[in-house]
């Protein structure tokens, strides 16, 4: 089991910056991958971020693709979500999940609580 706490979140204006964090117990996360997803009200779940803790290997969708930037700590256990150039359509509930490398997040078993960012026009 993985349990994952997400902190970071916030308030920002348009065109600046937050750093979401996602610390890990119970497990270490090399043996997953991490997402991170968002929710916006109304709107489905989209993945945003993800890492393959073995490779490294990064994926991003056009929509954040240049802005964020996802990163891991393995002494920490903890991914990291740097977001820049932050828009008003970026504003959602933040999760970070662990699992299979995949922007599906049905491949994805463990999930913290959600994190909120809020960005103002």
């Known amino acids: 089991q993985v349990q994952l706490v997400e902190s970071g979140g916030g308030l920002v204006q348009a065109g600046g910056s937050l750093r979401l964090s996602c610390a890990a117990s119970g497990r270490t996360l090399s043996s997953y991958a991490t997402g991170w997803f968002r929710q916006a009200p109304g709107k489905e779940r989209e993945a945003v971020a993800r890492i393959s803790w073995s490779t490294g290997i990064t994926a991003y969708p056009d929509s954040v693709k240049g802005r964020f930037t996802i990163s891991k700590d393995n002494a920490k256990n903890t991914v990291y979500l740097q977001m820049n150039s932050l828009k008003p359509e970026d504003t959602a509930v933040y999760y970070c999940?662990?699992?299979?490398?995949?922007?599906?997040?049905?491949?994805?078993?463990?999930w913290g609580q959600g994190t909120k960012v809020t960005v103002s026009s």
């Open positions: 999940a662990a699992g299979r490398y995949s922007d599906n997040y049905n491949q994805y078993p463990y």
